[in-house]
C-alpha cells in the first residue's frame, strides 16, 4: 500500500490495518499552518477512501505537544496583510481545523494519543477522535477567548453535546488550562497514562481492540453515531442509518456472514477489506 507524501506529518502503518498520522512540526509545538490543515484533511479524505485502513491514530511528534493549535504567527501574517481568516477558506478546509474537527462524513475510527499540550485546535482535533489516551502531563484547553477569537472550527458544538451547560461554559469562557485527569472526570478522556509511557503503543492497545471487531461493523456503528450528533430525531436518524450507502455495504459485505458463520462454528472470524461503496453519504 502506497502512503500518500506529506510535508508537515509522518505516515506509517505500525500495525496491520492502523494508519498512524504524526504532526511534524516540534518547533512550532506542532501547531498547524494553513497548508499543514489542508494537508491532513486530504490524508484523512485517503485514510476514508482505502480499504486497508480500518483505524487511525493521531499523535504530534517531539513530546511536548500534540497540537498547540493554529500557528497564530502564520495566522497574524495573514490578517495583517487583508485577509480574513476565521471562518473562511484560507486557513483550514470545511472538514474542520486539520481536516477533522469538522469533518461530517467518517466511518473510519480515530484515536488520539495525547503527549503534552493539546490546546485551541488541537482540543478541537481531540475531541473529534473515538478515543482519546493521554498522559497526566497532558494539558488541553480552548484558550480562543484570551486572543480575542472563538471556538469556530467545530469544537464548540462537540463539547457542547458531550458535556454539561456548566462544564462546557468552564473549558470554553475561561479558557484556562486542564489537566488530562480534569479531561476524564469529565468523559472527555478514556485513558490517563503515566508521562513515561509510550503513548503510541498505549494508543495501539486500544487500536487492537478496534480492529479485532468486523470493519465493516466498526465502519457502519460509527457512521451511525455521527448520524445520531448530527440529527435531531433519533428515530429520524436511526432510519436514515440503516437505509444509507454504509448499510447496504454492511449488509452485501462478505464479513457479515464471516461473523455469523464463525459464531455458529466457533471458531475465530477472518475478517477480509471492506468491499469500498458504490457513493458516498453526506451528513
Known sequence: ?????????????????????????????????????????????????TDEIWCIILTGTGG???????????????????????????????????????????????????????????????????????????????????????????????????????????????GRHFTAEEFKKYDLVNEVVENDVDIIQAALVWAKKIIANSPDAIFITKFGIMLAMERASMVEATNEWMNSEEAIAWRDGANLVEGLNAFANKRAPNWKNPAPLRKKSKL
Open 1 to 49: 500500500m502506497q502512503l500518500p507524501s506529506a510535508e508537515f506529518f509522518l505516515l506509517s502503518i505500525p500495525e496491520p490495518h492502523v494508519l498512524l498520522i504524526t504532526i511534524n512540526r516540534p518547533k512550532q509545538f506542532n501547531a498547524l499552518n494553513p497548508e499543514a490543515n489542508f494537508e491532513m484533511s486530504r490524508i484523512l479524505d485517503w485514510a476514508e477512501d
Open 64 to 174: 511536548k505537544a500534540f497540537c498547540a493549535g493554529m500557528d497564530l504567527v502564520n495566522w497574524n501574517k495573514d490578517r495583517s496583510s487583508g485577509v480574513n481568516n476565521q471562518g473562511s477558506g484560507e486557513t483550514m478546509p470545511p472538514t474542520g481545523f486539520g481536516g477533522l474537527s469538522n469533518r461530517g462524513l467518517a466511518r473510519k475510527p480515530v484515536i488520539a494519543a495525547v503527549d503534552g499540550y493539546a490546546l485551541g485546535g488541537g482540543t478541537e482535533m481531540a475531541l473529534a477522535c473515538n478515543i482519546i489516551v493521554a498522559t497526566k502531563k497532558s494539558k488541553f484547553g480552548l484558550p480562543e477567548v484570551k486572543r480575542g477569537v472563538t471556538i469556530a472550527a467545530g469544537g464548540l458544538a462537540r463539547l457542547a453535546r458531550a458535556v454539561s451547560y456548566q462544564v462546557v461554559s468552564e473549558i470554553a469562557l475561561t
